[in-house]
T-cell receptor, first 113, second 114 residues
């Protein structure tokens, strides 16, 4: 069974640009969550989607947004990039409704110059 | 979600048991204890979770004290590949509204030595 797949794995952007990251969950998993990991703040929850609906959201500005498609694939978008947005962005899919057993992808490492 | 406290770092000899403690003194009756680990440059990996009974799977054992204020993750025969940051997390699961959210602390850096 394929794991959680994130693309791209690495990308470099400049301040003010926007970026879209993609996540394909494990087949059959309908819940997709996104996390940001930085050296200073550690792992922080961004948002969670289930059946194309955002059910939970972390404490991030509106520049961070996401969506989920009918096939459970998800994308997150960061607009007007800032230097502080440089981070590893991790996607996770969940085995069932709110089980807490999340399977993470390898992440997309974003560098903002 | 209740707050957890873990030691910053621990060492373990290869082949020996690694016992990682976690304090969660403010845990409520319906909150579960979860353990995840993150090997350098990889996404976190789910290990095990439990409510009040001890749990065991192919990766580890979870021992929760009777008062549920602390727990210990046991890796029975640590290998070099178990070197990672281990996170203890407390949260509600089914029935709560934590959807997808895990509150990660700083975790314990476990270093397994040859």
């Amino acid at each position: 069974k394929a794991g959680v797949t994130q693309t791209p794995r690495y990308l470099i952007k400049t301040r003010g640009q926007q970026v879209t990251l993609s996540c394909s969950p494990i087949s059959g998993h309908r819940s997709v969550s996104w996390y940001q990991q930085t050296p200073g703040q550690g792992l922080q929850f961004l948002f969670e989607y289930f059946s194309e609906t955002q059910r939970n959201k972390g404490n991030f500005p509106g520049r961070f947004s996401g969506r989920q498609f009918s096939n459970s694939r998800s994308e997150m978008n960061v607009s007007t990039l800032e230097l502080g947005d440089s981070a590893l962005y991790l996607c996770a899919s969940e085995t069932g409704p709110n089980t807490g057993e999340l399977f993470f992808g390898e992440g997309s490492r974003l560098t903002v110059l | 979600d209740a707050k957890t406290t873990q030691p910053t770092s621990m060492d373990c000899a290869e082949g020996r048991a690694a016992n990682l403690p976690c304090n969660h003194s403010t845990i409520s009756g319906n909150e579960y204890v979860y353990w995840y680990r993150q090997i350098h440059s990889q996404g976190p990996q789910y290990i095990i979770h439990g409510l009040k009974n001890n749990e065991t799977n192919e990766m580890a054992s979870l021992i929760i004290t009777e008062d549920r204020k602390s727990s210990t993750l046991i890796l029975p025969h640590a290998t070099l590949r178990d070197t990672a940051v281990y996170y203890c997390i407390v949260r509600l699961n089914a029935g709560g509204t934590s959807y997808g959210k895990l509150t990660f602390g700083q975790g314990t850096i476990l270093t397994v030595h040859p």
